[in-house]
């Protein structure tokens, strides 16, 4: 394993441990401005958060992913395991083939999501935004598996936008044309790729030991210049996912491991996945919960939504008829690129489920140094806002 260092340039949060990129992100940072991710230092913005959001829509990004956390699950039970733990039915997902999973407690209330990849029915890598290693043994006790924390073995980067495919095959990568979103092979020895990514574009994942991971950097670096490559931060990176109408945990859902306070928790069919739910697979956690939810509804509804004017609303309160309130924003921002002013929002059942006219957002204005509240009407939409069909091209055009 790969010896951890800690931070000690200014301006970077002391206390934290540096990913192998670590280095390569601080030379380029201009703004400074760093957060902690699971124990490591991440950007949040290293040039403009304006720069890099374009660049993700146009040109080529590299974001680090390192800090996820990394579980393998290997064993004659590993397909099993997986089974009992995450909602949808694992058997369907092939080898070399990546999954999006949610996993619950016994209530049906979310943990956290992730995406599984599959190398065959008895070895799979999950990984996830929460610390799993812990529920990962008690969901596995009694089993013939083996499961074990890679996550500071295995380094990864984000490869995001319309040019990355040209960007990896300019940098010498066995041609990955044929691969299918959700799809992932090794494309040299100990280098994986996977068509995975955050940003409802075109984009790649890319995996590799901690050890070798300067050299992948380098390597894409080096043959970025001609596609417009540039490393983001999270605040990038975050516009576009909302864009694409992904949902991230501790924003649009507590995950209830975390959560301090009873009823906090959400289900995955409130939180709008309940296709991700296979009840026919046999038993899981929740799944006697989750099916009296089925029968009986949910307690809320977490929605994509459109708000009149170009004031982000992010937090803002929803009502019902100006009157009623029934929920608030969880996500929100002015899309650049929709040129409308979008945000996924919880609403309280059976608004957002029955009823869904009639929904207004109180926004509050600073104009001047003086506040102006708003109420502003707001529409429910049920598609992604950015949908690009270079993002599931197979294979992916030049650009």
Known sequence: ??????????????????????????????????????????????????????????????????????????????????????TRDVSKIRDGRVGYVMWCDEEGMLIDDGTLFRFSETDFRLCCQEPMFTWLLDTAWGYDV????????????????????????DAGFADVSAMKPFDWREVEPDIWISRTGFTGDLGYEIWVPWAKATVLWDRLWAAGDHWGLRAIGFEALNMSRIEAGFIAAGVDFQPVHAAMRLHRGRTPIELGFGKMVHFDKGHFNGRRALLKQRENG???????IDIEGFKPADGALLYHKKKKEVGFVTSGIWSP???????????????????????????????EGQWDKRLVPVTLQDKPFFSNTRARATPPRPY
């Open 1 to 86: 394993m790969a010896k951890r260092k800690t931070i000690k340039p200014k301006h970077v949060p002391m206390g934290l441990i540096q990913t192998p990129f670590f280095e390569r992100l601080n030379a380029l940072s201009r703004a400074k401005s760093w957060t902690g991710w699971a124990g490591y230092i991440s950007p949040l913005v290293l040039d403009t958060v304006e720069f890099e959001y374009f660049a993700i829509r146009n040109q080529a990004t590299l974001f680090d992913i390192s800090p996820m956390h990394k579980y393998r699950v290997t064993g004659p039970d590993a397909l099993a395991v997986l089974n009992r733990l995450v």
């Open 337 to 367: 690129t929709m040129k409308s002013n979008i945000a996924l929002a919880e609403l309280k059942a059976p608004y957002g489920i029955d009823i869904v006219d009639h929904i207004w957002a109180e926004i509050y204005v600073n104009e």
């Open 146 to 169: 083996r499961i074990i924390d890679e996550s500071d073995e295995i380094a990864a980067v984000s490869l995001q936008g319309p040019t990355s495919w040209s960007l990896l095959q």
């Open 298 to 304: 949910g307690r809320y509804a977490l929605v994509k």
